[in-house]
């Protein structure tokens, strides 16, 4: 078992970006390694009611405190996984919270549906990193979005993308 100083990961220079990298760095060549690579994403809630830490935000009611974890996998087509290639926390507020109608004309950047479009952006991103492998972003129904077939078309990196609807994989 190996204690960590709790002093050591509050300090300015311990991040998450930096405490991933090895792993984005590993997860990048085991991508180059593969002739196709889905980057799938989805969401899962994180559920805290019991013990809420600061920054908790309402999940299925105001209740409910937790956040929501938005998460990319990369895998090949035979199920091969590759590595965690993105991961977005999202805290709602309570203020905010079952106002979706209200915000409908806001711009999309600023709505929690933005997070599919951010994890196009990443294998967008990672295919610039990787050009022999052709990289697929796979979504399900919510992330079936106007804004990122608009990118898919425009975009230099030519990254798949796919919504994938009420499947269930064995």
Do not use: N
Not at 33 to 55: I, K, M, N, R, Y
Not at 75 to 102: C, H, N, Y
């Amino acid at each position: 078992l190996i204690e960590i100083d709790p002093r050591a990961v509050r300090a300015a220079k311990v991040t998450a970006a930096r405490v991933l990298a090895p792993h984005h760095d590993a997860s990048l060549r085991r991508l180059a390694a593969h002739p196709v690579v889905l980057c799938v994403q989805d969401t899962t809630e994180l559920d805290f009611s019991a013990h809420p830490p600061d920054g908790a935000g309402p999940l299925r009611s105001l209740k409910t405190r937790g956040y929501l974890d938005h998460t990319t996998l990369a895998v090949t087509p035979e199920r091969l996984a590759l590595g965690v290639v993105d991961v977005q926390m999202i805290a709602r507020t309570d203020e905010g919270f079952g106002q979706s109608k209200a915000r409908k004309s806001d711009p999309l950047e600023t709505k929690e549906i933005a997070r599919w479009l951010h994890g196009y952006r990443t294998a967008a991103r990672l295919q610039a990193l990787v050009p022999p492998t052709q990289l697929i972003s796979v979504s399900d129904r919510e992330g079936d979005l106007y804004e990122i077939l608009v990118e898919a078309r425009d975009a230099l990196q030519k990254v798949g993308f796919t919504v994938v609807l009420g499947v269930d994989v064995d």
